[in-house]
């Protein structure tokens, strides 16, 4: 039980580059979560993603695409990379289902640097 | 979202006390979350508190909640260097988002 896994790890980009990150989770989980980690900023939800077939933007939506492949897979697209993408990007998965409790479990990250 | 605030850095000597707080502003929270991120690694919970409640005790972490003064504090007993990492408020109401604190970042020292 591999939890949830990203892929990169890191990553290095030029201005203008597009890339792909991507998450997937072996947990039966419905919903998954893309957030961008700068510090002294916490968390800020980029994309999410409630259940399979649906997607919703977060907090800081601009730059990015999304994409629930199927229920395990979640990626997340930059398509012109911007300086000001340089960040941490954690993917998570809940089992949330409309109650209340919304433990989130977290992948190891992707750092992403834009020169 | 809404706001959940925090200190940004906590400096504790091994074996003490350390007491990391939080507030947040959303009245209608019905969870919170601390989570734990060591370096290099995700985020993982640590413990969390159901909004009814007043203290929540787990071996060495207590949490205490005031829901009156939105105040949220998360007490670890016989800090230890493994202890040393950032730890994040969260809050959750009725919906698929968490919101999360800035982190405080605590040090343990010798």
């Known amino acids: 039980n591999a939890g949830v896994t990203q892929t990169p790890k890191f990553q290095v980009l030029k201005t203008g580059q597009s890339m792909t990150l991507q998450c997937a989770q072996d947990?039966?989980?419905?919903?998954m979560y893309w957030y961008q980690q700068d510090p002294g900023m916490g968390l800020r939800l980029i994309y999410y993603?409630?259940?399979?077939?649906?997607?919703d933007k977060g907090e800081v939506p601009n730059g990015y695409n999304v994409s629930r492949l199927n229920k395990r897979e979640f990626s997340l697209r930059l398509e012109s990379a911007a300086p000001s993408q340089t960040s941490v990007y954690f993917c998570?998965?809940?089992?949330?289902?409309?109650?209340?409790?919304?433990?989130?479990?977290f992948g190891p990250g992707t750092r992403l640097t834009v020169l | 979202g809404e706001d959940v605030e925090q200190s940004l850095f906590l400096s504790v000597r091994e074996g003490d006390s350390s007491v990391i707080n939080c507030t947040y502003t959303?009245?209608?929270?019905?969870?919170l979350y601390w989570y734990k991120q060591e370096p290099g690694a995700g985020l993982q919970l640590l413990t969390y508190?159901?909004?009814?409640?007043d203290m929540k005790q787990d071996q060495r972490l207590t949490v205490l909640l005031n829901k009156k003064d939105k105040h949220l504090s998360l007490r670890i007993a016989d800090t230890q260097t493994g202890d040393s990492a950032i730890y994040f408020c969260?809050?959750?109401?009725?919906?698929?988002?968490?919101?999360f604190g800035a982190g405080t970042t605590v040090t343990v020292r010798a």
């Open positions: 947990m039966n989980h419905n919903s």
């Open positions: 508190i159901f909004s009814n409640m």
């Open positions: 969260a809050e959750s109401s009725n919906d698929y988002k968490l919101s």
């Open positions: 993603s409630a259940s399979e077939g649906t997607t």
């Open positions: 959303d009245s209608s929270s019905t969870y």
């Open positions: 998570a998965s809940s089992g949330f289902s409309g109650s209340v409790y919304n433990e989130q479990f």
